[in-house]
């Protein structure tokens, strides 16, 4: 059973990518993608995000809908690679005071 992060409804939640060659050594994609599904399995592509360094990438999304959020990063070209991951996002008692 696998285990997820939650955070409460309205958070800024940071997803981070990163790639690397088949050496392990930090490796920027020549296209690097985010794909996000929110919990009512809407699907958001994003091609904007920082790169604070060499094969990382990050993405702040707030979360304003409260279940299961799915991610993915995808990297071609210099380097060919997807990662996949989850987080939960639970309501609070103060749910109807979004940012």
Do not use: H, K
């Amino acid at each position: 059973m696998s285990t997820f992060n939650s955070y409460d409804l309205g958070s800024a939640v940071i997803l981070t990518g990163a790639f690397a060659d088949i050496s392990g050594n930090a490796t920027a994609p020549t296209n690097v993608r985010l794909r996000v599904e929110d919990p009512t399995a809407t699907e958001t592509v994003y091609t904007s995000f920082s790169n604070p360094s060499l094969g990382v990438y990050s993405y702040t999304l707030i979360c304003l809908t409260a279940g299961v959020w799915r991610y993915r990063w995808e990297g071609d070209g210099a380097v060919t690679a997807v990662a996949d991951a989850a987080f939960v996002v639970t309501s609070t008692a103060f749910a109807d005071a979004q940012p």
